[in-house]
């Protein structure tokens, strides 16, 4: 059974840091590129970053709205993806979802490529 589960959200005031860990298991964690998103209220889910499986190439992609000041990074032999947010900002506010897929790296950023997802996790970033 596949099961993905995040944690470490919270609430935190504008530039400050949090790190989100999702763990998983029921799958080979190695063969799937690993995505973060997150779902503010009224918004569509979107895109946030990604970990590229090590057999297509091991690399990280971001969206614009987070490059240099968010991290991913996974740990292949504990199966789990972390996302590093630093600097936040008002705008990060969402749930934060933990996702993982085997789509081509053409359609690595798109909600609908992701078969598995996690519970989510709030972060909530307040002035």
């Known amino acids: 059974q596949v099961q993905l589960a995040e944690s470490g959200g919270g609430s935190v005031q504008v530039g400050g840091s949090l790190t989100l860990s999702c763990v998983t298991s029921g799958f080979t964690f190695r063969d799937y590129h690993m995505g973060w998103f997150r779902q503010a209220p009224g918004k569509e889910r979107e895109f946030v970053a990604v970990?590229?499986?090590?057999?297509?190439?091991?690399?990280?992609r971001y969206s614009e709205s987070v490059e240099g000041r968010f991290t991913i990074s996974r740990d292949n032999a504990k199966k789990m993806v972390l996302l590093q947010m630093n600097n936040l900002k008002a705008e990060d506010t969402a749930v934060y979802y933990c996702?993982?897929?085997?789509?081509?790296?053409?359609?690595?950023?798109?909600?609908?490529?992701?078969?598995?997802w996690g519970q989510g996790t709030q972060v909530t970033v307040s002035s």
């Open positions: 970990s590229v499986r090590p057999g297509s190439g091991g690399t990280t």
């Open positions: 996702a993982s897929s085997r789509v081509a790296l053409s359609g690595i950023r798109q909600v609908e490529m992701y078969r598995s």
